[in-house]
């Protein structure tokens, strides 16, 4: 067991569900947020290893998340993968602004995929 945290904030129930399944069987301890707001109230009580973020989300976009994030503390430097369907070129140059350790698109991974990318990040 790893023991390392991840965070993942996603409003669509069926992909958080699966992501948390698939790595608590791979040792992780994860935390589950469906908006923004929510978040940010679990990284400042968990201090994730990694967050998964959505950035489309209701109550608190991601992009506004990490802005608070990235103004505390303990946001500065933590790593954040972000998991959205949005091409629209100002929300990426919104994203990588902010020091995203990867911007993946959701249709275009594979569950198992993605947990191999997080293990090259939460070491």
Not at 4 to 15: F, G, M, R, W
Not at 22 to 33: D, N, S, T
Not at 38 to 67: H, R, S
Not at 83 to 94: A, E, Q, V, Y
């Amino acid at each position: 067991m790893t023991g390392k945290k991840i965070l993942i904030v996603e409003d669509e129930v069926s992909i958080a569900s699966a992501l948390k399944i698939k790595l608590e069987r791979e040792g992780y301890l994860v935390f589950l947020g469906t908006n923004g707001q929510e978040g940010l109230d679990l990284v400042l009580k968990e201090v994730p290893d990694l967050i998964l973020l959505d950035i489309a989300m209701p109550i608190m976009d991601g992009i506004t998340m990490m802005k608070k994030l990235r103004a505390d503390v303990v946001g500065k430097t933590m790593d954040i993968l972000i998991l959205t369907n949005s091409t629209r070129p100002n929300d990426i140059s919104d994203i990588l602004q902010y020091g995203v350790v990867d911007y993946l698109l959701k249709s275009q991974w594979r569950l198992d995929d993605l947990v191999e990318k997080i293990k090259t990040i939460v070491k």
